[in-house]
């Protein structure tokens, strides 16, 4: 059985971790953004997981497909040709956002054991068109 779920609002790369210091001790924590981020990828992974009870956690090769759809800007709007879309090549890495969905969805151990399981991984980064909301697409299949 295939896991695939679509994450509404604007695609999220791993940020960067920060550090601090309390009392002269170093503290190295992720930013606020990326932990509500991750906590509603969660949420939307557990509402599909509801609605599948049959779905047992993947153990072996798994293959993860992440489909990244952004805004597209404003200033890129036009009213005679609006903008279609297209496959954006600047922006977030995509290794980072690779990272930020599978530490979230397979690293927490909600859909397998550890994201150390991805095989085979694409991700495919798209400028959407002129009015077309922004979204995120997981895709997660069992190799054998």
């Known amino acids: 059985m295939e896991f695939q779920i679509i994450i509404p609002g604007a695609p999220m790369a791993q940020p960067r971790p920060r550090a601090t210091t309390i009392n002269g001790s170093a503290r190295v924590y992720q930013p606020k953004t990326a932990r509500d981020s991750k906590a509603t990828i ?7 997981l509801e609605q599948n009870p049959s779905w047992n956690r993947l153990e072996g090769p798994v293959a993860v497909r992440i489909t990244a759809v952004y805004p597209c800007p404003t200033s890129k709007h036009r009213k005679r040709n609006p903008v279609k879309a297209k496959f954006k090549d600047n922006g977030p890495d995509v290794d980072n956002v690779a990272k930020h969905y599978m530490d979230a969805l397979l690293a927490s151990g909600m859909l397998c054991d550890d994201d150390r399981q991805v095989a085979s991984l694409q991700v495919i980064k798209i400028q959407a068109a002129q009015g077309e909301p922004p979204y995120t697409k997981f895709e997660l299949v069992q190799l054998c």
């Open 42 to 48: 969660q949420s939307h992974a557990s509402e599909w």
